[in-house]
DNA sequence: CCGCAATATGTTAGCGTTAACGGTTTTTGT
DNA sequence: ACAAAAACCGTTAACGCTAACATATTGCGG
């Protein structure tokens, strides 16, 4: 009763030829049977299925994909992996390829464009099934890279823009809209904007324009705005709603519209704390509806950007060409995302 | 000045024999330039830079791989993306794989063992340079395969157990104990538990043990506790924290200690906005140290989980031992998790 | 008991790259 | 100027597996 590897550690790695000659048959059949593919009788499977198990025997997918020019990767290419947004994608993604053949490798870009086209290369090098890639902008070669690769192409997060093949995300631009027309409905005029000190992040900037194009039909602008980076958001959410108050404390503004619901959280902190009645004396909104949201003592008002929603859409574009194995393609899905009220945009206290 | 690809996109995938061919030199010479190995003269150099620029041509690593037997690839395995602590453990492994070759891979468990197991060896048949795998708890099989891989495993997150190969991380037992001391220390006598009801997540138990244990050298026991499983953490722990003082309200608990800081946070608002004085009434205290406490208006106290350093050093012994490619190893990096005292653990208000 | 279809197994030839070694040329030291 | 060393580049044979095509082996109707 042999227990399987309690062997000795075998210094040559194993192969196919150390399965098949412990089982006495050839390497194909053993591949075969690794693979459950074409016909093997259920005698030599168990005794091929034992042998691999005894000896621990592990199969070389390297040699598998280079013979068969098949390889279950895909290529996820993201910005950043510490505000929660990211993973969650990734999670998404996860989900749906968990039932797949499918195995997805990850790349960090950094928010910077160069280190993109690297990180891509790279990717690109191992022959991937799928590229998930986050955002419509890319550098040029960037760009040539994933139009010659003839694999499927899903850029995320945004549809604001031309995509490359397909696209799953929803319009930043009309999020940004969307949000200043809830706000100006509400009746709210003198609008403050924090964010993100990143001139890279061109989905913030995308809400930004859509926001202010809205306030600018109404013969409104932005009275003043405050961006940081780095740091613990919260807290600098907190800083930069004192800093911006502060400012302005002769014509105080009534609504601070944050690019995420991290600052804006902290904001919210700031204000309950120093006795600011939210959305009475002013209004808040932040932006991705975040889970803990639901945690804190008033609600933000804020927009989801369906994270989960897009990294699982995404992965279900490469399945799905992945096992059709048809070059079809150009699929572009927006999401629509949901403006949630919460208790912190109610229209504002009227002079009786 | 032709822009490469430009051209028609190609049907068949581009080899090295495709760049051999357009710059007019053998294929090992064309391999040479762009591996930038071997002695090769600036002029046939920038030919056939100039050559593989100009088709696109991206080198495929799954060949390079099978025939130099170098993989740079690292197999990481973790139980989940979802809550904050392994996307920063992520971006520590990254930060220091970003200047190795090294690209790493991502397995997701969901805590599950066996899904630990079938996520390994999917791992292990692309042959990685090595492993980071969260915990010291595995199946046998699992526990198998990768003694028998011969390559550098790094377990990750605890240190109280057997390690198979190498690991990085804190003692939870410690940490549970060492808060138990200090909450023993500043007076607190009527102590409640909350935490996940998650009976695979060793480490939390293990951080219980060593919690409890302290107790009761103290005479002292858990007075009560209460568990949770999914939805918002932040909720949840107010939830729990309103149902385990509403439980408690002829001999009030004088001390919460949380299973880690999202819950504790939300413990925190409970009590902040139910006017509970804290610390005086009650002292509160989670775990992980995530940068967001900063934001709260009180600090909780918590244990530091060192996650950002784990990552990096995890990832810094799979790198030097790739570069050595020395067999050596079994190398054991304790992390001490520092306990930060913040607003919630002072000394409680001593009657006059 | 022959022949034809399954079923079951083996053989051959790559997949695209790199290691190892072999030739040329060029450089260098004396 | 000539050997020895260096620089440069090509040839051959894997790497471990699988597609595609043989080749047994079995079953079964007529």
Redesign the pocket.
């Known amino acids: 009763m042999s227990q399987g590897s309690g062997n000795t550690p075998p210094k040559?790695?194993?192969?196919?030829?150390?399965?098949?000659e412990a089982s006495?048959?050839?390497?194909?059949?053993?591949?075969?049977v690794?693979?459950n593919?074409?016909?093997?009788?259920?005698?030599?499977?168990a005794k091929v299925l034992e042998a691999a198990r005894e000896l621990g025997?592990v199969?070389?997918?390297?040699?598998?994909?280079?013979?068969?020019?098949?390889v279950n990767l895909v290529a996820v290419i993201i910005p950043s992996m510490s505000n929660m947004v990211f993973p969650e994608v990734m999670t998404g993604i996860n989900d749906v390829l968990e039932g797949t053949e499918l195995q997805a490798v990850v790349g960090i870009t950094n928010y910077k464009p160069e280190r993109e086209e690297t990180v891509l290369y790279q990717m690109l090098s191992w022959r991937p099934s799928g590229v998930i890639i986050a955002g419509l902008e890319h550098t040029e070669a960037a760009k040539a890279m994933m139009g010659a690769a003839g694999i499927p192409i899903v850029e995320i997060m945004d549809t604001d823009g031309e995509a490359i093949d397909s696209a799953v995300g929803i319009s930043h631009r009309r999020a940004g809209r969307k949000m200043a027309q809830a706000i100006i409905d509400a009746g709210y005029k003198r609008i403050g904007f924090l964010g993100t000190k990143m001139p890279l992040d061109h989905r913030a900037r995308k809400r930004f324009e859509g926001f202010t194009e809205v306030l600018a039909k109404s013969g409104l602008e932005i009275t003043d705005s405050e961006f940081y980076s780095g740091g613990s958001a919260l807290k600098k959410g907190r800083e930069m709603t004192e800093a911006i108050l502060k400012r302005n404390v002769d014509e105080p503004l009534d609504f601070l519209y944050y690019s995420n619901d991290m600052i804006g959280a902290g904001g919210l902190m700031y204000c309950l704390d120093n006795g600011i009645d939210v959305p009475g004396d002013i209004g808040l909104a932040g932006f991705n509806g975040i889970e803990f949201l639901d945690g804190l003592p008033r609600k933000l008002a804020t927009m989801d950007a369906c994270r989960l929603e897009i990294g699982r859409a995404a992965a279900e574009i490469i399945a799905k060409r992945v096992e059709s194995d048809g070059p079809a393609g150009g699929e572009i899905i927006t999401l629509e995302p949901s403006l949630e009220i919460g208790d912190t945009l109610k229209r504002k206290k009227k002079p009786l």
Chains 1, 2 share one sequence.
Do not use: F, Q
Not at 12 to 20: A, E, F, G, K
């Open positions: 040559r790695p194993l192969t196919l030829r150390d399965v098949s006495g048959v050839s390497e194909m059949t053993v591949s075969r690794l693979r593919r074409g016909d093997v009788s259920e005698a030599t499977r025997y199969p070389n997918k390297i040699a598998g994909a280079l013979a068969s020019s098949r």
